[in-house]
């Protein structure tokens, strides 16, 4: 059976010192977690088990997040974390201390009848 996306919310985080892409990356998918409520999993007796969840982080240096961490940071389902280049990077004005923001994109798919 296809998969069909049911719910796809976006969230935003940062890490205003250190440069740490991965805290960032988890706050942008708390971020968007926190703006949806799975209701509907209940409300149609859906196997939140069989969820499929795909999750997309943009920063500007990918290879420096830890897909594993934002992976074991989702509550349901079968995750999937592609990390790509987005979000925003703003060093300090004397280039000692970075501010790091990201994107996320959460996509979580069931199958259809």
């Not at 250190?18 to 799975?38: F, M």
């Not at 088990?49 to 943009?58: D, P």
């Not at 920063?59 to 934002?70: C, F, G, I, M, S």
Request: no cysteine; net charge negative.
């Amino acid at each position: 059976m296809p998969l069909k996306r049911v719910i796809l919310e976006m969230g935003t985080g940062n890490d205003l010192h250190g440069g740490d892409y991965t805290k960032a990356a988890l706050r942008a998918v708390q971020d968007a977690l926190h703006h949806s409520s799975l209701s509907m999993i209940r409300s149609l007796d859906l196997d939140a088990k069989a969820a499929q969840v795909e999750v997309t982080i943009g920063v500007q240096r990918p290879d420096q997040v830890n897909a594993a961490a934002v992976k074991a940071s989702m509550p349901l389902g079968q995750v999937t974390v592609n990390v790509v280049k987005g979000g925003l990077d703003l060093p300090a004005q004397d280039g000692h201390d970075l501010a790091v923001i990201a994107s996320a994109a959460i996509a979580v798919r069931f199958e259809a009848p």
